[in-house]
């Protein structure tokens, strides 16, 4: 599949909280490529690591490696639905989630790390492909989700960047 090119979203586009994800990016406009290889980073990684560490919390109340995994995944699909939902001139204002309440009821400790790649790469696969479809038009349509203002193609970034923070604290905390 041909990947289109997505730019880099500018100041405006996305609340100021999702800076510290859009600038883990490379600048460029290959944001769906970096969304198909940053998967194969993830995956490489975790499957590289002995089993006991996909339960490891690093401080108290902190998430295990297959909670981490599974909230990724969560906002994944929270961010393409609202992206969808703009990207389709949908004016309704959505709502925002509470990401420990669902890492708390998603069972990801329970899972095999196989079941959570497999959810992980269907996710994944289905995002890149919506994105893929979006016109130049769709992709800077707006929206507001949790009371903050984002373009469509804000969202693709910000799901790139999120998933790429939450690599690097796996780097840096838990390994």
Same mark, same amino acid.
């Given at each position: 599949m041909?990947?289109?090119?997505?730019?880099k979203p500018g100041?405006? #586009? /996305?609340?100021a909280y999702a800076d510290m994800y859009i600038n883990l990016l490379a600048?460029? #406009?290959?944001?769906?490529?970096e969304l198909k290889e940053n998967f194969q980073l993830v995956k490489q990684l975790i499957f590289s690591l002995p089993g006991e560490k996909l339960? /490891?919390? /690093?401080?108290p109340g902190k998430w295990t490696i297959k909670e981490v995994l599974v909230h990724i995944i969560d906002d994944e699909r929270i961010y393409a639905y609202r992206a969808l939902r703009f990207a389709r001139n949908d004016k309704t204002e959505l709502p925002g989630f509470e990401q420990d309440d669902y890492t708390l009821s998603s069972g990801a400790n329970d899972r095999s790390l196989e079941s959570i790649f497999d959810e992980y790469e269907a996710v994944r696969w289905s995002?890149?492909?919506m994105f893929n479809s979006f016109t130049a038009e769709a992709l800077v349509r707006k929206g507001i989700a949790n009371n903050n203002l984002a373009t469509v193609?804000?969202?693709a970034w910000h799901i790139a960047g999120h998933e790429l923070h939450h690599l690097n604290i796996?780097?840096?905390?838990?390994?």
């Open positions: 041909k990947l289109q090119l997505i730019p100041k405006g #586009e /996305y609340p600048a460029g #406009e290959n944001v769906l490529q339960l /490891y919390r /690093y401080a995002t890149i492909a193609r804000a969202l796996i780097r840096q905390r838990y390994l």
